[in-house]
Every structure is written in structure tokens, then in C-alpha cells.
T-cell receptor, first 113, second 110 residues
Framework: EAQVTQNPRYLITVTGKKLTVTCSQN?????MSWYRQDPGLGLRQIYY???????DKGDVPEGYKVSRKEKRNFPLILESPSPNQTSLYFC????????????FGDGTRLSIL | GQNIDQPTEMTATEGAIVQINCTYQ??????LFWYQQHAGEAPTFLSY????GLEEKGRFSSFLSRSKGYSYLLLKELQMKDSASYLC???????????FGAGTRLFVKA
């Protein structure tokens, strides 16, 4: 089954404790992206990747890092999480950057205390 | 600046037709998408417009006017399961960045 898999689905942690949210897709998609979704603000793009070893900042990249060492994986790293990063995070992938829609993972709800 | 505006909430009756509007101001344009998102779930793709006009897909249609920076999603024969948030999203030139509106929460009542 074609899918985007995120882990963990839920995480409660404390300020300053490094964490990684993994994202993997099995559709051989070139494009992958991370979003955060907050009430009233909608989805905001954090980082995106056009292909292996090619990444760039979205609209809200501060406090986040990403890597794309393999085509299928696109982890999101919070080196020193802070409470303002408490949010619902979605990973997405698409075959390309034209009319191809993005396929979203089920989301990761992060709470930083 | 870049901005996408949609109504926050709408209510409609089962079996009726509803139109959800979206206006956008973005730096470049490479297509407009509509996604559906049920509470607690991931967004799923509904429609795509890159040229002006109407795209029809079953009970759902989407319209685009690039000169006006305007799109709408039309849902016909509403069903209770259509109660969800509807997200308007614009891909910028090059297609690498996508900007989403805050979403329109649609309530379908019996």
C-alpha cells in the first residue's frame, strides 16, 4: 500500500531534549516536505526536499533541521525543543512539483513542556 | 506578502450545494490545490487547477481565475461525511513551496 509513515504519532517531552520525528514514503517520490499545523494558522511549511541531499527552508524553519540521505526518508530534527514547537506535524511527499498532489502522513502530535 | 484567505466556518444542509471560496496573493503561481481534512486525520487531495476554468470530479468541482486570484470548491449533494475542513493551497513558481490557507470547517446538518 502506498503510504507516508511518520513516527512517533504522539510525543510528550521536555524543553531542550533533542528529538527526531521520522518520515518514510514507499512511492519513490522525489519531493518531500514537513509542515506544522496550529489552530487558526493552517499548515505552514518548515522544510522541503527536492531530492536526495537537496533540502531548503520553508516559511518557518527556525529551530528545525532535516536531512535527506535516502530518497524514502526525510527525518525532522528538533535539536533543542521549546514549548512554542508544540504542534501537530505532517510529513508529505509528491512525485513532482507540478500538478502532482502531496500525500500526507498521519501526523505527529508533539507536546514540549 | 503572501496570503490565502478562506472563510473560517460554513454550515450547510444534507443534499444541498455549498461553495467554499479562496482568494490568494502569492509570489508566483504553479497551481492551486484543494484538500479535505477530517478532524484528527491527514489532509487528502481533492482537486487541482492550474488553468482558468472549472474542473469537475464527481460531486466535487473546483474553479480558478488566475487574474482575480480566486478559486472556489463546489460540493454537490452534500452528505454528512462531507463534514470536514477544506484547505486551499497554492504552489509557488517552481513548485517547491506550498502555501496553505487556514482552512474552512464545513458542518453538514441533517
Amino acid at each position: 500500500e502506498a503510504q507516508v509513515t511518520q513516527n512517533p504519532r504522539y510525543l510528550i517531552t521536555v524543553t531542550g531534549k533533542k528529538l527526531t520525528v521520522t518520515c518514510s514514503q514507499n512511492m519513490n517520490h522525489e519531493y518531500m516536505s514537513w509542515y506544522r499545523q496550529d489552530p487558526g494558522l493552517g499548515l505552514r511549511q518548515i522544510y522541503y526536499s527536492m531530492n536526495v541531499e537537496v533540502t531548503d527552508k520553508g516559511d518557518v524553519p527556525e529551530g528545525y533541521k532535516v536531512s535527506r540521505k535516502e530518497k524514502r526518508n526525510f527525518p525532522l530534527i528538533l535539536e533543542s525543543p521549546s514549548p512554542n514547537q508544540t504542534s501537530l506535524y505532517f510529513c508529505a511527499s509528491s512525485l513532482g512539483t507540478g500538478g502532482q498532489p502531496q500525500h500526507f502522513g498521519d501526523g505527529t502530535r508533539l507536546s514540549i513542556l | 506578502g503572501q496570503n490565502i484567505d478562506q472563510p473560517t466556518e460554513m454550515t450547510a444542509t444534507e443534499g444541498a450545494i455549498v461553495q467554499i471560496n479562496c482568494t490568494y496573493q502569492t509570489s508566483g503561481f504553479n497551481g492551486l490545490f484543494w484538500y479535505q481534512q477530517h478532524a484528527g486525520e491527514a489532509p487528502t487531495f481533492l482537486s487541482y487547477n492550474v488553468l482558468d476554468g472549472l474542473e469537475e470530479k464527481g460531486r466535487f468541482s473546483s474553479f480558478l481565475s488566475r487574474s482575480k486570484g480566486y478559486s472556489y470548491l463546489l460540493l454537490k449533494e452534500l452528505q454528512m461525511k462531507d463534514s470536514a475542513s477544506y484547505l486551499c493551497a497554492v504552489r509557488n513558481t517552481g513548485g517547491f513551496k506550498t502555501i496553505f490557507g487556514a482552512g474552512t470547517r464545513l458542518f453538514v446538518k441533517a
